[in-house]
């Protein structure tokens, strides 16, 4: 729905689309490019949310070169900056148990978030 005018959706475009939910093995250990990690970042939240996906790619590139080796960067939402969002590093792999897909129209994952952005179908 980012980006759209109309908050009405299809349930057709709901059925072509699903939701994979993806169990931790482990806790995650995350960048925060985002608050306070921005400070310690020294740099102002204008780097991660770029409109030249180059800067984006030279800071991810940059962080998991780091030696700390974290397993990816936590960043606010572009679309919804109460929102966080997580870039997972290929490291992070064995963190990560075996995904379960369902489609989006049948899952209740997607009904709390059509209340919250007030979406309807059409």
Same mark, same amino acid.
Request: net charge neutral; charged share 20%.
């Given at each position: 729905m980012r980006g759209r005018a109309n908050r009405l959706i299809a349930? +057709?475009?709901l059925k072509e689309r699903s939701a994979t939910v993806v169990p931790l093995i482990r806790e995650l250990r995350l960048a925060r490019v985002h608050s306070d990690g921005l400070v310690h970042l020294a740099m102002s939240a204008a780097v991660?949310?770029?409109d030249c996906y180059d800067d984006c790619h030279d800071l991810a590139l940059s962080v998991w070169s780091h030696a700390d080796a974290v397993d990816?960067?936590?960043y606010r939402s572009r679309w919804d900056d109460s929102r966080?969002?997580?870039a997972l590093f290929d490291r992070a +792999?064995? +963190?990560l148990g075996t995904p379960s897909t369902q489609p989006l129209a049948s899952t209740a994952l997607v009904r709390p978030?059509?209340?919250h952005y007030g979406i309807g179908l059409s």
């Open positions: 349930l +057709a475009e991660p949310h770029a990816g960067i936590e966080v969002c997580v +792999a064995r +963190a978030v059509m209340r």
